[in-house]
DNA sequence: GAAATAGTGTCTTTTAGACAATATCAC
DNA sequence: GTGATATTGTCTAAAAGACACTATTTC
C-alpha cells in the first residue's frame, strides 16, 4: 500500500484550464479569444479561449491557473469568476486523447482593461453572438463558450449578476437593458425597480447622477454587504 | 511545438473522483461510506466517500469513473447523477500534493439497491445530517459532502429533483414530506398540489391508490416528457 | 360512529403585469 | 414650450398563503 509516485505516472491525465471572459461593450456582450498561429501543429487558424495547462509546479489550484490564462492575455483584475464543469474525453484534444479541461467564465468590467494585446499572440474581444454560430474552434471550446453563455444567461434572471459587468455606478436603465439583453426579453418596468428596492441589492450614490440630454439619472453601486443573492422563487411556504 | 509526451508528466497532477450517492429510507437522507482500513496509510479508520483514480486506460471520462466508484460498492443502476465541482489544493490528499478531486453526486432510489455489502471493504448508508457533524473524513470528503448535500437542498426549491430519491410509483403526500425535508421548511399543502397540477410533471397511475389504514392515496409517476423543468420563477417579463 | 389521513375550497394578502402619468433635463 | 428619457403611480389579474372543510378508508 506504499504510495509510488512512478504508479500513476502513465495513466495521469493532462489536466487543462479554460476560462470564458465576457465583457459588456457597446449594447453587445464579448469574449475574448486569441487566434492559433497559421503553422500551429493542430487547429492551426482556428480561434481558441484563453487557456493553459494546469502545473503543479506553478499553481497551488486550478482557480489560479485559470487566472494566469486570462491575465497573461489581459493585465487587469477578475471581479468575478466562477467553476463551469470539467470535461473529459477523446474530443477535448484529439493529439492528446489523456487530457481533462476545467473550465471557468469570468465577468469583467470594460473600464477595468486597460491594455488587452500582447506581443505573443493576437488576441480579440469578440460578440459572443456571432461566436456561437461559427464552428471551427479550437479543442472543445465551443462547447465551453456555449455552457458558458447559458451559464451567464440564466443566471441573469435569479441573480444580480449582470451588476458585475456594469461599471462601478451604473443606472437602473442601465442594469435593467443588460438583464433584458441576457434574458432575451423585455422586462416589466415598474417591476423590475420594486425588485431592486426591495432586495436592497443597490444603494444610491447620493447626490450623483448620469447627465445625458434628458432628465438625469441615479447612479447606483452594488450594496457590498449583499452576498450570493438570490431573488425570491415563488416557492408555497407555510408558516 | 512538436507534442513529446514525456514533457507534461512529472507536472500531471494525480485525478480522482469522488461520488456522494444518496438515498431517502426511513424519513432521512443517508449516503454511503465506507470505512478505510485501519493500518491503512493515511486515513485509517476514518469515513470515505466512495471514490478512484481516474485511470484513461479504464474509463473513457470522468463520469463513468464516478459510475465505476460507486458501482462496485453498490451494484446498481444510477438513475441521476450530476456533476458537483473540480478541487485542487494540498489539502485533498497530503501524501500526494499534486491531486485533483472531481465530484459527483447521485440520486438513487432506495429500492433498487439490492446489495450494498461487498467483501472487500465495509460500507454503509449513514444519515447524512449525522455525517455532516463530524470532522474525521478522509481526504476532503467533508467538502464534498456539504457541498452535495448543499446543492440537493437547493435544487429541491425550484426543481421536481426530490422525485429521483421516490420509488417510481409515490403520493404528493410523500413527495411533499421529502421536499419538506429537503428544503427544512413546511409547505403549504394546496400551492404544493396546485404546483404540481399546473406543471404536469406527474401523472396519475390510473387506479392505483396506496393503501394504509386510512384514505387510499392516489399514486403519481414522473412524467418521461418533462425534462429539466424548473418551477416558475417570479420574474417580472413584460408583453 | 370515531380516528386518521387525503384532498378540496374559500378567503385574504401579496406580487406580477400593463400602462398611464408625472418629472427633469437640453434646447 | 418640445423632445427625450427617468421615475412613479394606478388599476387589474394572478399567485401565494392561511386555514377550514369535505372525502374515504379502517376499526
New interface residues.
Given amino acids: 500500500?506504499?504510495?509510488n509516485?512512478e504508479i500513476?505516472?502513465?495513466?495521469?491525465?493532462?489536466?487543462g484550464v479554460t476560462i470564458v471572459p465576457f465583457i459588456y461593450d457597446e449594447q453587445v456582450i464579448k469574449t475574448l479569444v486569441y487566434k492559433r498561429p497559421i503553422?500551429?501543429?493542430q487547429f492551426a487558424n482556428t480561434h481558441a479561449l484563453p487557456n493553459c495547462?494546469?502545473?503543479?509546479?506553478k499553481f497551488?489550484?486550478?482557480?489560479e491557473a485559470a487566472k494566469h490564462a486570462l491575465l497573461v492575455k489581459t493585465n487587469i483584475s477578475i471581479p468575478y469568476m466562477e467553476?463551469l464543469?470539467?470535461f473529459?474525453?477523446?474530443h477535448i484534444d484529439p493529439?492528446?486523447?489523456?487530457t481533462?479541461n476545467?473550465t471557468y467564465f469570468a465577468l469583467l468590467r470594460k473600464s477595468d482593461i486597460l491594455n488587452i494585446s500582447e506581443k505573443n499572440f493576437v488576441s480579440e474581444w469578440m460578440d459572443v453572438d456571432k461566436l456561437l454560430k461559427k464552428d471551427n474552434f479550437a479543442f472543445n471550446h465551443h462547447e465551453v463558450l456555449s455552457l458558458a453563455w447559458n451559464r451567464i444567461c440564466s443566471k441573469a434572471?435569479?441573480t444580480p449578476i449582470a451588476t458585475q459587468l456594469l461599471d462601478e455606478k451604473f443606472t437602473i436603465v442601465e442594469f435593467k437593458a443588460l438583464t433584458e439583453l441576457l434574458?432575451n426579453?423585455?422586462?416589466?418596468?415598474s417591476?423590475?425597480r420594486d425588485?431592486v428596492e426591495k432586495s436592497e441589492l443597490l444603494i444610491p450614490c447620493s447626490g450623483e447622477f448620469e447627465n445625458r440630454k434628458t432628465r438625469p439619472a441615479q447612479l447606483y453601486t452594488v450594496n457590498p454587504h449583499i452576498k450570493d443573492f438570490f431573488?425570491?422563487?415563488?416557492?408555497?411556504?407555510?408558516?
Fill in positions: 500500500m506504499t504510495y509516485p500513476y505516472n502513465d495513466q495521469r491525465p493532462n489536466v503553422d500551429a501543429e495547462f494546469y502545473d503543479r509546479k497551488k489550484t486550478t482557480d467553476q464543469h470539467t473529459s474525453g477523446d493529439n492528446r486523447i489523456n481533462i476545467i434572471e435569479y434574458m426579453t423585455k422586462l416589466n418596468n417591476r423590475f425588485r431573488y425570491p422563487r415563488s416557492m408555497t411556504k407555510a408558516t
